[in-house]
């Protein structure tokens, strides 16, 4: 029999909590499930090595912010940009694709890509037996160097039996999961639906580490109620399956976001994600979110995932401003911590110059430095430093450093710093989140060094902020309508000696994210267009989570 206090618990309003994993923070929101009114939220910096660690503080700091009863919360939704950073960054599981059938040979960034007679034609009849031994043969070789198998026979949404014996064979040499593509894809095409399935097995166990992660800040907050994961079309993946369906997590950021933009009651609209990061565009057409007709591209990977139709630019608010030796200013796309967000770093006055010396590195404090890389020795004895010093002390330098140092941010072993868009609105008085001191020692530096007056300077960088905005959105519609990308020429249409191109966009702009408020006006205005930025914006994608793992 239930208590009285159970009772009274069952009688009362159900929450769901929403959290998405972004490039920057990860943010969380508890709705009631009554009238989607927002009760509490939460902002954390995303943890890139433990993103499952990310969301269980977003999760904590939520909830201990509400006195509500973890009974009353009916279920937990998740937006996580863990496919999508794997990909890009090349993590994961080695995979072993099979491909069966004729086919023009192609690579995928795997492991091995196996091509194998066999196959069907477009009636569902065999075109070859399949060959077996060579399947066993090359089984043999591979079992030692792989995590998980691919496999892909030709027109298998037709007959899929060649899959299935060459998933029977692998299973009885190498006890490893294997994913065919007749259960991932039905569409033809076979290099994507190779893509697709060797996906899944990339991605399968970071999903699996994840999904631990998040299960056990379930138990340890006292959850029960069921998790789900938002897929790249906006629907749900129980967190039980996620790992075998771990690809389908891809563009599951830009879905929420869709799906935030889709409840603002705007029949149509561009939904614009102003992160620390990049910035996201997708389209709410009819009322509705736009998929992509052809599938999901994330990095060098075409599959045939379904998803928003998104388009990403590596242009955001910790955007890395540097000035080269002639005093140009660049922008992006890498990000680094803003000046005025640092505690650990030198001052500005001590390191920040041109080029390499545009920002300073760091290790990340919990880092075991026992690690054997030469920059990470040189910065645990020696300290926080630039490029040129590294350099000097290493005797690395050019493009071997560089994507060096690169991957090491990547990995998130080392933090870097410098002058942001972030910086140049604390300095013009925009915002207060942080020490508005440092980043007035940066723009002073760089300002000088570019000739330009301190205000100027910052306001320059505002400007180059918001065209790339407006660029990025231009060359999304180019995109969704044409199919034709057209960067170089829109990147540099102000500076051509002839030709004056003018745009202007014939639907509203909806912005999310903590910096959308400060460059999307302008944008809109350039644009002949409005812009709307909804309660609670700055954790929209969190509300997005929310609204469709309802």
């Known amino acids: 029999m239930k208590s009285f206090y159970d009772a009274m618990i069952t009688d009362m309003t159900e929450y769901i909590i929403g959290i998405d994993t972004g490039g920057t923070y990860t943010d969380a929101v508890l709705l009631n499930l009554t009238d989607n009114t927002v009760l509490a939220t939460a902002k954390v910096p995303t943890n890139h090595r433990q993103l499952a660690l ?71 009849k065999e075109e070859d037996p399949l060959d077996l031994n060579n399947i066993v ?9 792989v995590d998980a198998y691919a496999v ?20 009885m040499m190498d ?19 190779t893509a697709t399935a060797a996906l899944h097995a990339k ?77 996201d565009i997708a ?51 890498n990000r680094v911590i803003p000046l005025s967000m640092t505690d650990d770093f030198p001052h500005p006055e001590q390191w920040l110059g041109t080029e390499q ?28 430093s630039t490029s040129t010093g590294i350099s000097k002390a290493t005797g690395m330098s050019g493009v071997p450093l560089e994507k060096q140092l690169e991957q090491l941010a990547r990995e998130q072993l080392t933090l870097e710093t410098g002058f942001t868009p972030t910086d140049a609105l604390h300095v013009l008085g925009k915002i207060s989140i942080g020490d508005g001191e440092q980043a007035k020692a940066g723009a002073t530096i760089l300002a000088s060094l570019a000739n330009m007056d301190v205000e100027d300077f910052c306001q320059r960088i505002i400007r180059i902020t918001e065209e790339r905005i407006e660029n990025l ?48 006006p302008n944008v809109a205005e350039k644009l002949g267009t409005t812009v709307k930025f909804p309660e609670y914006c700055e954790v929209g994608n969190g509300i997005g989570a929310a609204l469709l793992g309802k």
């Open 203 to 279: 991605l399968m166990p970071l999903m699996q580490d994840y999904v631990a992660g998040i299960q056990a800040a379930a138990i340890k907050n006292k959850l029960e109620c069921p998790i789900v994961l938002i897929a790249g079309n906006g629907d749900q993946v129980s967190i039980n399956s996620a790992a075998e369906q771990a690809g389908i997590t891809v563009a599951s950021g830009p879905a929420c976001t869709a799906g935030f933009g889709a409840a603002q009651g705007v029949e149509n609209a561009l939904v614009i994600d102003v992160g620390g990061t990049t910035t």
């Open 152 to 171: 892909c026979s030709a027109m298998s949404m037709k007959d899929p039996s060649h899959e299935m014996v060459t998933e029977k064979a692998i299973s």
């Open 473 to 520: 959105l231009i060359d999304y519609v180019i995109h969704h309508y044409w199919g034709k990308s057209l960067t170089g020429f829109i990147n540099s249409r102000s500076d051509h000696p002839v030709l004056g191109v003018q745009f202007s966009l014939k639907m509203p702009l909806i912005g999310i994210g903590a910096a959308a408020k400060y460059f999307l």
């Open 54 to 124: 990310s969301t269980a503080k977003a999760l904590e700091s939520l909830l201990r912010k509400t006195d509500i009863d973890a009974r009353q919360v009916s279920r937990l939704a998740l937006s996580t940009t863990l496919a999508t950073n794997a990909v890009i960054e090349n993590k994961g599981a080695r995979v072993a694709a099979f491909v069966i059938g004729y086919v023009k040979h192609f690579k995928l960034p795997i492991t091995a890509t196996v091509f194998i007679k066999g196959g069907h034609n477009i009636m569902g």
């Open 283 to 333: 389209m709410i057409r009819d009322g509705k979110t736009v998929l992509s007709a052809d599938g999901c591209k994330v990095g060098r990977w075409q599959t045939h995932v379904e998803a928003v139709d998104m388009f990403t630019g590596g242009i955001g608010g910790d955007s890395h401003v540097l000035l080269d030796s002639k005093g140009q200013i660049h922008l992006g796309p």
């Open 357 to 384: 010396n545009s920002k300073c590195i760091a290790l990340i404090p919990e880092l075991d430095s026992s690690r054997n890389d030469t920059i990470l020795q040189y910065l645990t004895e020696n300290g926080p």
């Open 137 to 145: 043969d090359t089984i043999q070789g591979l079992k030692n160097e």
């Open 175 to 193: 006890p490893k999961p294997v994913f065919c593509s007749h259960t991932i894809s039905h569409n033809a095409g076979m290099q994507d639906r």
